[in-house]
């Protein structure tokens, strides 16, 4: 099992440009989540779909969109990047509940110019 | 601000001592969870306490849970090189919604 991977690990764009993270998961989960971690900050959650076919917003989803392509695949969509969405995207994915536990993909790190 | 703030920022400490950290939260949570993160990798849950609990073990990690303070104690004993890492705790704010504290950078030295 691969777990939850991200694609791509590294990012360089300039300000105005879009641009989609990828997200994928193999551990049949229905939880789905995209945070941004920034320095000295933690995590930060920005959207995130409790199952295939819904999203909510979570603590900084401006700038933001999402689509859960399927039960699988979590994806994120930067229309009109900025510097300050400089920062490292995680993607994690869990079970029904906030009882479980989230797992993590490695991370993307994106440099907006 | 944040629902959980980790304390302290960062630990150094020497191999075999044991390392402390604590993490405090504002709102009542159903659960708190603490989390690692080694360098440049993604976050590794490593235990979960529920509300009605006040202790748990799991290996080398004690954790504790006072909900009349709102807080949260982590424990890893007889520390080693590997144990290297930022640790986090993340409360749930209900539903599906986890907020992770700012984190503790440990520093376990050879």
């Known amino acids: 099992n691969a777990g939850v991977t991200q694609t791509p690990k590294f990012q360089v764009l300039k300000t105005g440009q879009s641009m989609t993270l990828q997200c994928a998961q193999d551990?049949?989960?229905?939880?789905m989540y995209w945070y941004r971690q920034d320095p000295g900050m933690g995590l930060r959650l920005i959207y995130y779909?409790?199952?295939?076919?819904?999203?909510d917003k979570g603590e900084v989803p401006n700038g933001y969109n999402v689509s859960r392509l399927n039960k699988r695949e979590f994806s994120l969509r930067l229309e009109s990047a900025a510097p300050s969405q400089t920062s490292v995207y995680f993607c994690?994915?869990?079970?029904?509940?906030?009882?479980?536990?989230?797992?993590f993909g490695p991370g993307t790190r994106l440099t907006v110019l | 601000s944040q629902q959980g703030e980790e304390d302290p920022q960062a630990l150094s400490i020497q191999e075999g001592e044991n390392a402390t950290m604590n993490c405090s939260y504002k709102t009542s949570i159903n659960n708190l969870q603490w989390y690692r993160q080694n360098s440049g990798r993604g976050l590794v849950h490593l235990i979960l306490?529920?509300?009605?609990?006040r202790e748990k073990h799991s290996g080398r990690l004690r954790v504790t849970l006072d909900t009349s303070k709102k807080s949260s104690s982590l424990l890893i004993t007889a520390s080693r090189a590997a144990d290297t890492a930022s640790y986090f705790c993340?409360?749930?704010?209900?539903?599906?919604?986890?907020?992770f504290g700012p984190g503790t950078r440990l520093s376990v030295l050879p």
């Open positions: 779909s409790a199952s295939e076919g819904t999203t």
């Open positions: 306490i529920r509300s009605n609990e």
């Open positions: 994690a994915s869990g079970r029904d509940s906030s009882y479980n536990e989230q797992f």
């Open positions: 551990m049949n989960h229905n939880s």
């Open positions: 993340a409360t749930d704010a209900g539903g599906q919604n986890f907020v």
